[in-house]
T-cell receptor, first 111, second 114 residues
């Protein structure tokens, strides 16, 4: 069951903030966030685990609401290099540790 | 540490043929996952191998298969190719099972089926 990401696309001016959301219809064990630039492979940003543990880049901020089965990725003071497509991946209780990705959120940061 | 490598980077095949893609994970990583990426479908999970065992499989037909060797290298095979199999195939490696560990993606193999 694919998680739902919102918004599908967002355009920012450099320095502005953005929030990307990821929601699931099932209980979550973990949520992953990756960024993919055009023509490149996805790059790991962060994992949020059930129970509160987080692993990832220091400059990346995210939240994981287990009760609401949602996660949000916070991009503050955006830079041009933040442009790309952001994917969340979720591991649900019935997926046998299978990681399923959402359809992505396209982010464009303009000067 | 060297990153995840995939070979070949590009492939052109015709319908009905079969293809084998290869993935070498980061040294020490025991899990390899495969994904199909198309513009309209995003990242679709194919399967995950851990310690030479298939741990998970996505919703793809039996024409898609894979295996993992004792050195953690993995291969993916697609038989009887169809036009709809044209896609970027990505593999990702992680220390442990993908669900609880960061995945590191290779550059992908671009498969075109004519």
């Amino acid at each position: 069951q694919q998680p739902v990401q919102s918004p599908q696309a967002v355009i920012l001016r450099e320095g502005e903030d953005a929030v990307i959301n990821c929601s699931s219809s099932k209980a979550l064990y973990s949520v992953h966030w990756y960024r993919q630039k055009h023509g490149e492979a996805p790059v790991f940003l962060m994992i949020l685990l059930k129970g509160g543990e987080q692993k990832g880049h220091e400059k990346i901020s995210a939240s994981f609401n287990e009760k609401k089965q949602q996660s949000s990725l916070y991009l503050t003071a955006s830079q041009l290099s933040y442009s790309g497509t952001y994917f969340c991946g979720t591991e649900t209780g019935d997926s046998s540790y299978k990681l399923i990705f959402g359809s992505g959120t396209r982010l464009l940061v303009r000067p | 540490k060297a990153g995840v490598t995939q070979t070949p980077r590009y492939l052109i095949k015709t319908r009905g043929q079969q293809v084998t893609l290869s993935c070498s994970p980061i040294s020490g990583h025991r899990s390899v996952s495969w994904y199909q990426q198309t513009p309209g479908q995003g990242l679709q999970f194919l399967f995950e191998y851990f310690s030479e065992t298939q741990r998970n499989k996505g919703n793809f037909p039996g024409r898609f298969s894979g295996r993992q060797f004792s050195n953690s290298r993995s291969e993916m095979n697609v038989s009887t190719l169809e036009l709809g199999d044209s896609a970027l195939y990505l593999c990702a490696s992680s220390l442990g099972l993908a669900g609880g560990n960061a995945q590191f993606f290779g550059p992908g193999t671009r498969l075109t089926v004519l």
